[in-house]
């Protein structure tokens, strides 16, 4: 694992992979900052950490992007300046694009809503003797309204 949680053989993976910044295709060197390699959430959320999502680009196009949304970075001036657009990108990033950008946080939401949804069912069986038919008809409700907002 290295500091952003990346294990070791992913990181190994990605750095086979991108030899050049994913995004304006400069060569990584350690010679001058805005050329060194940085480990990028291509989706900007540390928790999605899959070869889809993270990236080596250099610290110039890292910290112009900072936290914006894929799309609208590249319809950002230092995009336009250095050429950088949906075509020049790297493969890996022409994929992010070419779904939407919320889906991975729309899958990973449904899984942790079913988690907790069996969760509190648990906790109801496993307490049942124990707690009123009001908390449990609440209990119900609340399962209901989570399966009914993740279907
Ligand atoms: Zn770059």
Redesign the pocket.
């Known amino acids: 694992m290295n500091r952003w949680n990346i294990p070791s053989n992913l990181e190994e993976e990605i750095i086979l992979r991108d030899q050049e910044?994913v995004?304006?295709g400069?060569k990584f060197s350690d010679n001058s900052k805005k050329t060194t390699a940085t480990w990028e959430h291509i989706t900007n959320d540390m928790r999605i950490i899959t070869r889809e999502n993270i990236a080596r680009?250099?610290s110039?196009?890292n910290a112009s992007k900072g936290s914006k949304l894929l799309s609208d970075w590249l319809d950002s001036k230092y995009c336009k300046t250095k050429g950088i657009n949906s075509l020049s990108v790297a493969h890996v990033i022409q994929e992010a694009l070419s779904k939407p950008p919320a889906l991975d946080r729309i899958i990973e939401i449904k899984s942790d809503s079913k988690k907790v949804c069996n969760y509190i069912s648990e906790y109801k069986n496993k307490y049942s003797e124990e707690i009123t038919d009001e908390l449990k008809s609440s209990i119900d409700h609340l399962v209901s309204l989570i399966k009914l907002g993740v279907n």
């Open positions: 910044c995004y304006c400069c680009c250099c110039s196009c």
